[in-house]
RNA sequence: GCCCGGGUGGCGGAAUUGGUAGACGCAAGGGACUUAAAAUCCCUCGCCGGCAACGGUGUACCGGUUCGAGUCCGGUCCCGGGCACCA
């Protein structure tokens, strides 16, 4: 063999093999366990990044091992290929947003291919094309027809220069970040996803996915945010209607002394004397201009304006004064919220500023809570006051109590209540999945028939950036005429939010070419759900959500039996360079392509899974990078040194070995158990992989090699550590493992299992503290006995000094590890 | 602001169930090999005191539980992720 490892020449050589022989090609297989295993798709952007890196080194280290350990493993690859950066980079380049994401997809492509990364490249998909997105319009209109696709107004950010939507990170003080023009909160119809009928579906199985990590059910959980309280209706004073609430704490509805409106609420203006009009619409005007982050933040300035009009206490007839108030949102509840001074935080800062008045309605044990000298609202439990029948009970029992009450008399009724609103796809732009909808003057909305799917992307389309989205103004793709009367008609220039096209990649992949639907749905039950899902701790919620939203609606659209999309999830911590998260603005980038061309993949693989656990920040190091690429050079070395000794030996026979070759073996079936369990249980790839670097530095250090009974001990450790190591660094390995000998390959050879008689101990080291400090550390029999292990801590000569003089209270004992001698 | 995480040597990290704190790697120092250097191989390496044996101390900070706490509990500070049109 070479003496010198040369990584460029082995992994231009394996990948080849690897490519022409289709070697990670997978189809349907009953006769084997299947493993389906996912890595977040990349957003095709230019370049991979180290990010992508280590979550495709991640994911190609399992897709792996279970190879070797007999599963039928899909591993695919595609592209989330759809939004704006490409469409910023055809006003950029004058050049169309297809041509610069295809351009990146092939590069991106060979970036990957480098890696050694094993995915079934014939299942690869890219979500801007026509044979995915036209799935996906159909799917649309299937719930459309359900009511689970609706147009509804909403409020959004728009900047009037670039006539265009904003994200909340787009603006800055109220203002464009690009134009740095005021922006306004313009009312749009825009089309929403009803997530909000899954709520409780998607809360309840949050329970049911023990291979999620748990600080994601909970962030998913507090998003969902499902609350149980009463609706409430306040009569209007001089209105047949109601002003209806929702609430949480309707024991506190005897104190409620005027009521706060979301300044979005329908009813604000029509509420508005005539009077108080210029007020109020100036304060709706200022409210419409803070962005919501500042708007729910504890320490915001709390502003309302009172609308001059009145509603009724339904329990206690007093008459509330309402006002607009700038910490009720219009979307949470029902936008109304019944104010409770005295028991409401918010409530209480309000009433003060503006002196409205307080009614206290429960008291706590021992201090008597008076509206005019209380500091703060009292949020706790307490005892009833001033509500009528319910006085003298406690709280937490007059909550039920008044909620019966409210059902009773029909002036309420218990409700749940989401945090997580629907789910708004609407987007003004030209570089996504046209929504399949025509609007005709006489028809109203007709959705695209079926059979005119799909509705193509035009190309003939300009990129100006400007004068709002390119779709709109494109006159041959906007008119249409109407499938039902046949009269001119609109279509729908909005494309969907391409979270859409992430909700089901992981679907498609199980059938990247069927053409008779999303995806054939034997192959989809065969594969789904997806053993393993990693990517990003960043996606925890709204993609996580939104995939599970859509497997649930393609499930109840009757497309498969599958209720959650993901059985298994690994969130992968970033990648980070001198204290920060590498981005080209801070010049701390590292370039995959100089790493791959100086050091090989299997380096730049090495490092990735050595420097940290998957689940925690990466710091790249690029010292680090070096000590990777050396142990490579040790393992290469390792072989080429020892390749005439191991030569053909045989099966170790454990009884002809010498005391070196005994305790080689004991030192490499414990490294098979203790690297099984890493990968296995734990993903913990950096200890995988540092106890393998303990073997090979005990292999350097090894004496047995005058005695040739040791050749088979010797060959054993070698092989153990090319397989233990091929799931990351495939191309060194393989050629290793060629190198030793063998026709076949490691994965066809396996992932090796270690022999419980092999590792068992002869001797056992004990720690000695006294008064728990470590005082000694006594070696003893395996078997030796509790008396025994104790007898001996108490005679070793380290510890006698500190028992001197002193009486023995206690001697705890944990069996093979420590003997803790307590005196005083 | 709200929700969710994290904080261990000069650095990245290890300690899996409350039982040796610092595995492994990097950096640094010393030695071997070499005409020399690189590469490679071997050794040392938390901090304070000590020639050493050894002793003290130490896991962001303060306090608690325990024979024993990096690990559990209460509080504080700092850093990061998400917050619905970035993906």
Redesign the pocket.
């Known amino acids: 063999m070479q003496e010198k490892y040369i990584p460029a020449q082995v992994e231009e050589k394996w990948q080849h093999q690897w490519e022409s022989g289709k070697a990670f090609k997978v189809a349907e297989d009953r006769s084997k366990q299947k493993y389906y295993l996912l890595e977040m798709f990349p957003?095709p952007s230019g370049r991979i990044h180290m990010g992508h890196v280590r979550n495709y080194s991640i994911g190609d280290v399992l897709a792996r091992f279970k190879r070797m350990r007999g599963f039928n493993v899909l591993h695919p690859m595609g592209w989330?290929a759809f939004?704006?950066?490409a469409e910023n980079a055809a006003i950029q380049n004058k050049s169309h947003p297809a041509k610069w994401t295809y351009e990146n997809i092939d590069y991106m492509r060979g970036q990957l291919k480098k890696l050694g990364l094993s995915y079934d490249w014939d299942r690869e998909v890219a979500t801007c094309n026509v044979d995915y997105y036209k799935w996906e319009q159909r799917v649309f209109l299937e719930m459309y027809r359900k009511g689970l696709a609706y147009k509804k107004t909403s409020f959004?950010?728009w900047c009037p220069k670039c006539d265009t939507?904003?994200?909340?990170?787009?603006v800055e003080d109220g203002c464009c970040w690009r134009c740095d023009s005021e922006v306004v909160q313009k009312e749009?119809e825009?089309w929403f996803f009803r997530i909000t009928a899954y709520a409780d579906e998607l809360l309840e199985y949050t329970d049911k996915l023990p291979g999620w990590p748990?600080?994601v059910l909970?962030?998913q959980r507090?998003?969902i945010g499902r609350s149980t309280g009463c609706e409430i209706d306040f009569p209007l004073e001089g209105h047949l209607s109601s002003i209806k609430v929702f609430t949480t704490r309707q024991d506190t509805l005897y104190g409620a002394t005027f009521m706060s409106l979301a300044p979005e609420h329908p009813l604000a203006l029509e509420l508005a004397t005539p009077e108080r009009r210029a007020e109020v619409e100036e304060f709706i005007e200022k409210v419409r201009k803070t962005d919501?982050?500042k708007r729910?933040?504890?320490?915001f300035e709390k502003e309302g304006v009172f609308t001059g009009s009145y509603c009724t206490n339904p329990v206690t007839n007093r008459r509330m004064p309402i006002y607009l108030a700038n910490f009720v949102l219009p979307d949470y509840g029902t936008g109304a919220v019944m104010a409770v001074p005295t028991h409401d935080q918010r409530d209480f800062e309000f009433a003060r500023k503006y002196d409205l008045p307080m009614q206290v309605v429960i008291q706590p044990e021992g201090v008597e809570l008076t509206p005019a000298t209380m500091t703060a609202a009292y949020t706790e439990e307490g005892i009833m006051v001033n509500s009528g029948q319910f006085d003298g009970i406690r709280s937490s029992e007059a909550k039920e109590r008044i909620a019966d009450y409210l059902e009773k008399e029909g002036i309420g009724k218990k409700t749940a209540n989401f945090?997580?609103?629907d789910?708004?796809i609407?987007?003004?732009r030209y570089w996504g999945s046209p929504i399949p909808i025509i609007y005709c003057d006489l028809c109203g909305v007709v959705p695209v028939p079926e059979k005119d799917l799909p509705v193509l992307l035009p190309m003939d389309v300009e990129f100006s950036g400007e004068g709002g989205s390119p779709l709109a103004k494109a006159e041959s793709f906007r008119n249409v005429t109407c499938p039902q009367c046949g009269e001119i008609a609109r279509r729908e220039t909005d494309t969907m939010?391409?979270f859409v096209e992430?909700s089901w990649y992981f679907l498609r992949y199980c059938s990247p070419d069927c053409n008779t639907g999303p995806f054939d749905r034997e192959k989809a039950e065969y594969w789904m759900s997806v053993d393993q899902y990693i990517g990003g701790?960043?996606?925890?919620?709204?993609h996580l959500l939104y995939a599970r939203f859509f497997t649930k609606v393609l499930r109840d659209l009757g497309y498969m039996a599958v209720d959650e999309p993901f059985v298994n999830l690994l969130t992968q911590g970033?990648v980070i360079k001198d204290g920060s998260?590498m981005s080209k603005s801070k010049g701390n980038v590292v370039d995959p392509d100089a790493l791959i061309r100086k050091y090989g993949a299997d380096t730049a693989r090495l490092f990735s899974l050595f420097?940290?656990?998957p689940e925690?920040?990466?710091?790249w190091?690029d010292?680090?990078v070096?000590?990777?690429y050396?142990?490579l050079?040790?393992v290469w070395?390792l072989v080429s040194d020892n390749i005439s000794f191991i030569g053909n030996a045989g099966p170790v026979n454990p009884s002809g070995l010498t005391e070196e070759g005994k305790a080689l073996r004991r030192i490499v079936h414990k490294t098979i158990r203790?690297v099984t369990?890493?990968v296995e249980d734990?993903f913990?790839f950096?200890?995988a992989i540092?106890a393998c670097?303990?073997l090979v530095?005990a292999l350097?250090?090894f004496e047995g090699k005058n005695a040739p009974q040791n050749a088979a001990v010797l060959r054993e450790a070698i092989e153990s550590i090319l397989l233990m190591l091929a799931p990351f660094v495939p191309h060194v390995t393989a050629e290793l493992w060629q190198a030793t000998g063998h026709p076949g390959t490691m994965e066809e050879h396996g992932w090796p299992s270690y022999d419980p008689e092999a590792v068992v101990d002869e001797e056992l080291?004990i720690?000695v503290?006294v008064?728990?400090?470590?005082?000694s550390?006594v070696t003893v029999a395996a078997d030796a006995g509790e008396d025994e292990v104790k007898a001996a801590a108490q005679a070793d000569e380290?510890v006698i000094p500190h028992l001197e003089g002193k009486i023995i209270r206690?001697v705890?004992y944990?069996p093979g590890?420590?003997v803790?001698i307590?005196v005083g």
């Not at 939507?165 to 787009?170: D, G, K, P």
């Not at 729910?296 to 320490?299: K, R």
């Not at 701790?537 to 709204?542: G, T």
């Open positions: 957003y989330d939004g704006m950066p959004v950010n939507v904003l994200a909340n990170e787009q749009l825009q748990e600080r909970t962030m507090n998003w919501r982050i729910t933040a504890e320490d945090r997580l609103r789910w708004g609407s987007r003004q939010d391409t992430s701790i960043e996606h925890a919620v709204m970033m998260k420097a940290a656990p925690k920040d990466l710091d190091s010292q680090g070096d000590g990777s050396r142990f050079n040790r070395k203790k369990e890493d734990r913990h950096n200890t540092a670097m303990e530095n350097y250090g080291l720690i503290q008064n728990g400090k470590l005082r550390k380290k206690k705890i944990v590890k420590l803790n307590v």
